[in-house]
């Protein structure tokens, strides 16, 4: 019957009721998700597309926040980019991977300097400890903090985040005769120790973040230095960096001001590679304790691949610093730093 009919339909010019094979092969075969999207070697390109757009981003911090936000993690897009390199060389895919090494490249440099050995770091002089440990004001391990500021025996000691259960279950800060204590239970809380006295006290709050900063003048029959523990807010939002970036500048504008030797203790919420960093560096007149060690990472401790150095010490240019570590995990989020510096 369908042969009759088929024969009567060519006779009159229609085509046969048949739908060609490839195409009623398509038709009756689904496509895959990923043979309709992306190979995975194209998920592996967009990736690598992403992290080469943050690093340049990181650049541009000054411009948005979310951009200076990008700048922190360049020790990581340096590894990521690495990966991408040898993965497409043994691809052959060269021209690619000539691009992977430039951005790398790109996020290195600002890296390298903190591998080279500042001047005069070999230089005659005594020797002080300072120390600095923000002990996260959830963390309750008094007693590992108590067993780091044993251990180190700092001649100074910040702590940050420092609530008043913190002051109550700490031992070892109270051998020290002279401190500033100013406990908050919003992270936020501060306290400054020092086996010497000092001369001169004073809360201050930079900028527009409403948090506490502790200045101090201390003297040795030695020393005379300047010591300010301060902690501004993280720049995550808009608002957050706009308080954040007031504190710094108001704090940088103090520090160049300052007559003495001088210090800058405090969990500072941006890496040495930051645009906003940088900026602050050159408005106050400091040098980052840091240059010559190699990337001291201390937070977050819960996440080791992505750690970032936000912890500092930062220095006027007649201090030397001998020594600089990272100390030892004390139940917070944060490592603590170690710095062991003398007058020129």
Known sequence: ???????????????????????????????????????????????GAIVCFLGVAGYLGNDWWFFDLASHFRPQYTAFLAVYVVVSAVRRIRFQAAVYAAFAAINIIPIIPFYIAPEGRDADVKYYRGLLANVNTANRRFDLVDDMISTYDPDILVLEEISSAWIDGLSEIHRYE????????????????????????????????????IY??????????SVVATHPPPPIGAANTQASHSQLEDLADFAASVPFPKLILGDLNNTPWSPTFRRFLRRAQMNNSARGFGIQCTWPTFCKPMMIPIDHCLHSPDIVILNREVGPHVGSDHLPIIVDFGIR
């Open 1 to 47: 019957m369908g042969t009759d009919d088929d024969r009567l339909k060519r006779e009159q010019g229609f085509a046969p009721s048949t739908v060609p094979t490839a195409f009623s092969d398509r038709l009756s075969t689904k496509p895959s998700f990923l043979s309709a999207t992306l190979s995975w070697w194209g998920i592996f390109s967009a990736a």
């Open 178 to 213: 002279h401190k500033v204590q100013r406990p908050r239970d919003d992270n936020f809380g501060i306290a400054l120790y020092s086996k010497y006295p000092m001369d001169f006290v004073d809360i201050r709050y930079f900028g527009d973040a409403g948090v506490p900063s």
């Open 216 to 225: 101090a003048v201390i003297r040795d029959d030695n020393l005379v230095i």
